[in-house]
């Protein structure tokens, strides 16, 4: 039995668990009792294997052997499956390489939970929204309708609309996870949030740079996204996977846009430093494909029971920023 505060009876599979928000849901597990877990990544040559280093889990294995040892029965059974493994980067222009990872490699794991009576948490993604002109309202009988900007948001579209065509939609759940940010991210390079970058950017120059709008309608700066911290986006995720009644779509957010430069100012805030905010050129490449507003409807996320505040973007830079960017800290479930 799982619930919200409490995994400890629970076996748990997290792919992508030494990324960034899989490694947040293996120590938010450890911290509810949980640390029967086998942990599926590909971590190649990058360093997020340090992401791992302070967790607890049972076993680890690499995303290429993960389906060949779960038909085999070489892993057990499972109670829960928390699938956060995928190509995260926007940027991506192998559409080919993403139908496999992201598309391809969901189904197969998804018909292998079903049959498998596991309980299927996937990351979907905010990204399938678009341009936001079809609303952000995680109605699963509005998904024709959306129109994603880029190969990675469509990647994982796809995986939405054929479970609901497939007719399993709600016997799992899916997670549009909007703008998350918080420790743990180091490696993701370009992909990092604009925290990561600007903290060091403050630190070395003592200014951050934002991208100027090329939109009338939008001042330099102004342009608005949905921030969440990393910690509630785990505590949403993991309420979800013990609400039996919880099924289909749901947005992972704050419930509140805020603007690049409100983001800006709590970096500032958190090294105790005057702000000075430079606009820059935004690359050509992303201009088409930029999302100027994301705001998440939690009405759904709300309706499962799910009553917990959601951290202030102030303080949960604050966090971030003092807490684990400037000692270069892990998350750590032995550490409050």
Request: a neutral charge.
């Amino acid at each position: 039995m799982m619930t919200p505060n409490d995994f400890s009876q629970a076996r748990v599979l997290v792919t992508g668990g030494a990324g960034f928000i899989g490694s947040a849901l293996v120590w938010a597990l450890n911290r509810r009792g949980c640390d029967n877990i086998v942990v599926c990544d590909i971590l190649g040559t990058t360093e997020k294997w340090r992401n791992l280093t302070p967790v607890r889990f049972a076993d680890y294995v690499e995303a290429e052997a993960l389906m060949g040892r779960l038909q085999a029965g070489w892993l057990g059974r499972f109670d829960l499956v928390l699938h956060l493994g995928a190509c995260s980067a926007t940027t991506e222009k192998d559409a080919s390489y993403l139908i496999r990872n992201n598309y391809e490699f969901t189904k197969e794991l998804a018909a292998w939970s079903l049959v498998n009576g596991a309980r299927f948490v996937y990351a979907s993604s905010a990204a399938t929204y678009g341009d936001g002109s079809a609303g952000m309202d995680d109605d699963d009988t509005k998904l024709a309708t959306l129109r994603p900007l880029n190969m990675y948001g469509y990647s994982k579209h796809l995986f939405d609309v054929h479970a609901k065509h497939a007719g399993f939609l709600h016997q799992i759940v899916g997670l549009k996870y909007f703008n998350v940010f918080g420790p743990n991210e180091d490696h993701k390079a370009d992909m990092r949030s604009l925290v990561h970058k600007s903290t060091a950017q403050v630190q070395a120059e003592g200014l951050i740079r934002l991208f100027k709008s090329y939109r009338p309608d939008y001042r330099d700066g102004e342009q608005k996204r949905d921030f969440l911290y990393v910690k509630d986006a785990v505590a949403m995720t993991l309420h979800l996977a013990a609400t039996p009644a919880a099924g289909g779509l749901y947005n992972i957010g704050s419930g509140g846009a805020r603007t690049w430069i409100d983001l800006a100012n709590a970096v500032f805030a958190a090294l105790e430093k005057k702000p000075d905010i430079r606009f820059i050129e935004m690359p050509e490449t992303i201009r088409d494909k930029y999302q100027y507003f994301t705001e998440a409807n939690l009405a759904r996320l709300r309706g499962t029971g799910y009553t917990a505040p959601v951290t202030t973007l102030e303080n949960a830079v604050a966090d971030y920023v003092r807490n684990y960017l400037v000692p270069d800290r892990r998350l750590d479930p032995s550490v409050a």
